[in-house]
């Protein structure tokens, strides 16, 4: 456990992020992706790295990790050249939640900082059924999405008092991709999320 | 021709950059990158696609087309996931010259705004030989280098009183790469070239 520091002290200044984690993250999602095809591989193989990732909390850029006052935050940090994935940090302030909404492709949230509320839904004749109970996502956990085992559901900031950071990944860019957002009755709305208006961040020095 | 403003007139502001032509450019390079393995058709191929984004000056961001007073810039575009390729930004001030250098990988050169003169090398016996004359290269040409075709050479902005800018495409992550400056006897020191510090232009945003 961390000591308890006094409350008045100076804290030392944060080291330098560790881009190089994050780096090495993205050349193996790429060769994952550029070796398989099959969406069952790349949602294994990508929890996997992804849990490798977010197991350690020493590489995100502050300036990614930024809560917006009035909703939640999508940071895009790499796009893969041929939009074949993309990495994003999702940064949730006190009380902020998605809508209920689907994806169109694989994804998987790893949570970084705090904890996320992740509830799934399916279509049913009167409207949205909540899928299983609601689950609670900690640091170092993952969860996966896609049109295939469950595509559609509502994330929230766990934490009522604090910040909550995800990072995800999508087997799309998934910012630009067409997809909707569900009311209660199930009635799908268009919904293109776009990213923070934020530059990315150049993971790419020589170490 | 531009109509001549007069002096004080308040220009119009700068439309947005059109960030879809360099995210198009992008894209094909990774598609050519991805279905040619010899360098020959890449650099064919790469040298079209380049000539076809610097034929255009309606898409760079002001904050990457910015000279410093001391030092020419490289300011990183993109970098493949894989590092398979990037694409960089080169600004050069009145009087601004690489050193003579290789690069070990292929690279495109092609002139965005400007003019450069680019002066090959060759090692010889006694020292570095150049290999033919200067070469001016004006806005939309594209010139090629490689350990194949002839890999060192020296750049310097051609402009005597103003910035000239070109657009680099190298086979990796130039700036990481372990390559060598060359001084007049033709010994080779180490050079890691690295890039300006500056984050990336988020090229991935829905349009
Ligand atoms: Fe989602
Ligand atoms: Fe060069
Ligand atoms: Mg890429």
């Known amino acids: 456990m961390a000591r308890q520091l006094p409350a008045m002290s100076s804290a030392a200044p944060d080291p330098a992020p560790n881009l190089a984690r994050l780096r090495g993250f993205i050349v193996r999602m790429a060769d994952l992706v550029a070796h398989h095809r099959q ?17 350690h909390d020493d590489w995100l850029p502050e300036r990614y990790a930024r809560p917006h006052p ?26 902020q939640a998605t809508p209920v909404h689907d994806h169109r492709v694989w994804g998987l949230v790893g949570v970084l ?3 996320e509320e992740a509830q799934g839904f399916a279509r049913g004749p ?7 109970p609601p ?4 640091p170092g956990e993952v969860d996966a999405v896609s049109p295939r085992i469950g595509d559609i559901h509502r994330v929230a900031n766990a934490v009522p008092d604090g910040t909550s950071i995800s990072i995800h990944v999508y087997g ?18 268009p919904f293109i999320s776009g990213y923070a208006d934020c530059p990315l961040p150049n993971l790419w020095q020589p170490v």
Chains 1, 2 share one sequence.
């Open 39 to 55: 969406e069952r591989d790349i949602l294994a193989g990508g929890s996997d790295l992804l849990a490798d990732l977010v197991r």
């Open 70 to 95: 009035d909703r939640y935050q999508q940071y895009l940090l790499h796009c893969d050249s041929r939009e074949r994935f993309c990495v994003v940090s999702f940064v949730w302030g006190p009380g």
């Open 113 to 115: 900082r705090g904890a």
């Open 126 to 132: 009167d409207g949205l059924i909540p899928v299983g």
């Open 135 to 138: 689950q609670i996502l900690g």
């Open 172 to 189: 799309a860019n998934i910012g630009a991709v067409a997809r909707s957002v569900l009311d209660d009755s199930g009635a799908a709305h």
